[in-house]
Every structure is written in structure tokens, then in C-alpha cells.
């Protein structure tokens, strides 16, 4: 949501008095409502423009409250209002707007708290072989391994996120079947320390009625309070060897 306030509000046309108890009230409103203690968001309150007496040299006023806000935090780093459109960007997927401007500025997301996932490995080979001995077979019957996931604390976050992997093959005819060691299925929910990390198995089974092909799967990172929400990363299955025309022990 965007919210511009009239030109007395916003200090354009009054003092900082005028301005300053309009925000408390709004934003103490705001840091107050179900959005705001039930959900991952976010308050960006700034400025469109600076001192027009020395605008080069006069920094605008930035600040970020919310659960996925970094407490206490200030940084050094120069930033313009491309970055922080660079930031809603990046968070949503969207397009660059301003060609040649926001996608090229930094974007200012080292003022929120988030989680980062890694694969050890990210690709992951099951192979099967064809054997004629005489009659020809598809070996072996089936293959298991897994991939580790690691969640990361990003900023200082800690809190329970829940992840998911998709797509979600229910049986490995269609495709190879994902599930976390811990929960055994597609979702599982995690408890991050601040400044930590929790790991668990992705264990990957396929057989050799499994349609080959590289088989892209991705993990959606989720949170109530204090994750900034769709966060995804990806791993890849390769299967190879396989024959549609074999039987699939389940």
C-alpha cells in the first residue's frame, strides 16, 4: 500500500511538529494492526525530496519498521529512491520500470531480515542402464539419494518458517518423488536461531518407469512473523536410462 500524505502532513507546507505527530499516530496505528503482528511486513517511511537549498549533499530521511525490519540498524551505504524501487523489484519478481536506472541501483534489502536456502549437491544424478543378458532389462529397480538443505538466518532473523518443494510427484511413474527426511513430505517447518542455520535431507526416489529428463524442483520458503515471504531456491534431478514401458515397484 501507498500512502501520500496532504502537503501540511508531509511537512511540505508546515512545520516538523505537524509532521512528526501525524506519524506517530498513523504509524503507531499501523505497527498495531493484524497486517503488522501477524504477517511478514513492512513500513518504509521517507521523503520524495531533500533540502532544495542543497539537495547533492542533503541525505533523506529512510526509515524501516515491521517484523522484517533490521533493528536498530543504520548503514553507510548511499542509496537513491531507485534503490528502494530496485528492492520491490527484486521482492516480487517484477520487471525493471526504469530501464537503465532502478535495476542498475542497489537495492536496499540489507534493511530486512530473510532466509536463504542452499543445496548440497544441487543437481542430482540417477541414472539407470539397460543390461541384455539374453533378454534385455532396465537396471536397477530403483534409486534413492538426497540432497541437503541448508536454511540460513539472513540480517539477524530468527523465527519458524515453513518450506515447501513443488512440483509434488505422488508417485514416481509421473515423476521423481520429493520429500524431506524429517516430515517425510513435501512441506516441512523449520525454527531458525537469529544468526543461524537448520539443515535436513531431501531424499529423491525415482524408478525405472520415471520419465527421464531434468527435473527442476523448487523450495518455497514461507513465514507468519518475520520473514519476508516467498523466498525460493532450486535443485535439479537428472534421470536418465529410464523406459515408460517398465514395471515401477512401489
Known amino acids: 500500500m501507498w500512502l501520500t500524505p496532504n502537503l501540511l502532513d508531509d511537512a511540505h507546507d508546515c512545520g516538523i511538529g505537524t509532521a512528526d505527530a501525524y506519524l506517530n499516530a498513523i504509524v503507531t496505528q499501523i505497527l498495531q494492526s493484524y497486517v503488522f503482528t501477524h504477517t511478514a511486513a513492512a513500513l518504509i517511511v521517507t521523503f520524495d525530496e531533500a533540502n532544495l537549498n542543497d539537495p547533492a549533499s542533503t541525505p533523506l530521511y529512510f526509515a524501516v519498521s515491521g517484523p522484517v525490519a533490521r533493528t536498530t540498524y ?126 535436513d535431507n531431501i531424499q529423491v526416489f525415482s524408478c525405472r518407469a520415471t520419465p527421464s529428463g531434468n527435473w527442476a524442483f523448487t523450495v518455497t520458503v514461507t513465514g507468519g512473523y518475520g520473514v519476508i515471504n516467498g523466498a525460493t531456491s532450486q535443485f535439479t534431478v537428472v534421470v536418465t536410462g529410464t523406459g515408460r514401458n517398465q514395471s515401477c515397484p512401489i
Open 74 to 199: 543504520a548503514s553507510s551505504a548511499l542509496y537513491t529512491h531507485y534503490g528502494t524501487l530496485h528492492l520491490f523489484e527484486q521482492n516480487w519478481n517484477l520487471p525493471c520500470i526504469v530501464p537503465g536506472a532502478d535495476c542498475s541501483a542497489p537495492a536496499m534489502s540489507e534493511f530486512f531480515s530473510s532466509v536463504s536456502s542452499n543445496f548440497s549437491p544441487s543437481t542430482l544424478y540417477q541414472r539407470y542402464y539397460t543390461v541384455c543378458n539374453p533378454a534385455c532389462y532396465i537396471t536397477p529397480l530403483t534409486r534413492l539419494n538426497s540432497t541437503l538443505m541448508t536454511l540460513s538466518s539472513i540480517n539477524g532473523f530468527g523465527g519458524t518458517v515453513t518450506a515447501t518443494i513443488s512440483p509434488y510427484n505422488s508417485n514416481p511413474i509421473y515423476g521423481p518423488v520429493t520429500n524431506f527426511a524429517g516430515s517425510g513430505t513435501n512441506t516441512e517447518t523449520f525454527t531458525i536461531p537469529s544468526g543461524g542455520s537448520v539443515s
